[in-house]
Nanobody, 124 residues
Framework: QVQLVESGGGSVQAGGSLRLSCAAS????????MGWFRQAPGKEREGIAA????????YYADSVKGRFTISRDNAENTLYLQMNSLKSEDTAMYYC?????????????????WGQGAQVTVSS
């Protein structure tokens, strides 16, 4: 079973940047589709980015496209989310998720493993 641990959350002013990391325990991490999700208070969970196991394909929600970048380092079993030009509406709890899959993937995949979340707060 894969264990995922997010880090890098925090508070930042609008227009600033943060980078989230997600460390995976599983040595076969390189065979997993990985995704980032977020949930703000009172709102539904939103899938914002995904990356295929070999990094060949990525997916972004329109709400973050052009501002966020998902990447992974399979040698380090780590997933990243670089967040630039942050807005107050990006304030949420951010979760990483994993699903064993090869080939293109998106946030609509049935992710079975989830991290505990990292809080991101953007003040205007």
């Amino acid at each position: 079973q894969v264990q995922l641990v997010e880090s890098g959350g925090g508070s930042v002013q609008a227009g600033g940047s943060l980078r989230l990391s997600c460390a995976a325990s599983e040595y076969t991490y390189g065979l997993y589709c990985m995704g980032w999700f977020r949930q703000a208070p009172g709102k539904e969970r939103e899938g914002i980015a995904a990356i295929s196991a070999n990094s060949y394909t990525t997916y972004y929600a329109d709400s973050v496209k052009g501002r966020f970048t998902i990447s992974r380092d399979n040698a380090e079993n780590t997933l990243y989310l670089q967040m630039n030009s942050l807005k107050s509406e990006d304030t949420a709890m951010y979760y990483c998720a994993a699903e064993p899959a090869w080939g293109p993937c998106s946030t609509t995949a049935d992710f079975r493993y989830w991290g505990q979340g990292a809080q991101v707060t953007v003040s205007s």
